[in-house]
T-cell receptor, first 114, second 111 residues
């Protein structure tokens, strides 16, 4: 079974530039999550999708962050414009049966904003 | 605001000994509990999950849950140097709540 696939693995951009991250969840997993992880911290939820519906985006900074999950499979997370404080690892995860079931993480995208 | 608390460590344990990792959570309605292991520069990987009070064993790992005390722990028997990593506790409430992670405990197994 293929795992959660994320790209790119690394991204370096200048502040005020846009950036996008892509995620392909495990086949059959209807729930998809985007987390942000800073060094020395646990992952923090940005947004959760059930199929194509965003059911929890309360922690997503909507002035600069946006996400979509067209057709309920792949997902894209975008930041525009990026700020220095956005430097972090962005993790995508999926689960089979929504909240309460184990999450499986992708390798993450390490973003550096200069 | 749901909170999951862990001692950040580092927790240093001799090889072959039992490592005990602890986690407390604030939401009494939490129903699902997970332990993830994260090596430096890698993404979290699932170690154990537990839903009911008591112990759950899987190989060298045992998860323990006490909902009355809002406490969950992970025991690692016969600790190996390869167990050296950060261990993240994660908790999910009922209803539509997502998974909340603690900051993690850095475990060092000394050869």
């Amino acid at each position: 079974e293929a795992g959660v696939v994320q790209s790119p693995r690394y991204k370096i951009i200048e502040k005020k530039q846009p950036v996008a991250f892509w995620c392909n969840p495990i086949s059959g997993h209807n729930t998809l999550y985007w987390y942000l992880q800073n060094l020395g911290q646990g992952p923090e939820l940005l947004i959760r999708y059930e199929n194509e519906e965003a059911v929890d985006d309360s922690q997503l900074p909507k002035d600069r962050f946006s996400a979509e999950r067209l057709k309920g499979v792949d997902s894209t997370l975008k930041i525009q414009p990026a700020e220095l404080g956005d430097s972090a690892v962005y993790l995508c995860a999926s689960s089979l049966a929504g909240v309460g079931s184990p999450l499986h993480f992708g390798n993450g995208t390490r973003l550096t904003v200069t | 605001q749901k909170e999951v608390e862990q001692n950040s460590g580092p927790l240093s344990v001799p090889e072959g000994a039992i490592a005990s990792l602890n986690c407390t959570y604030s939401d009494r309605g939490s129903q699902s509990f997970f332990w993830y292991r994260q090596y430096s520069g890698k993404s979290p990987e699932l170690i154990m999950f537990i839903y009911s009070n008591g112990d759950k064993e899987d190989g060298r790992f045992t998860a323990q849950l006490n909902k009355a005390s809002q406490y969950v722990s992970l025991l690692i028997r016969d600790s190996q140097p390869s167990d050296s990593a950060t261990y993240l506790c994660a908790v999910s409430g009922g209803g539509a709540d997502g998974l909340t992670f603690g900051k993690g405990t850095h475990l060092i197994i000394q050869p």
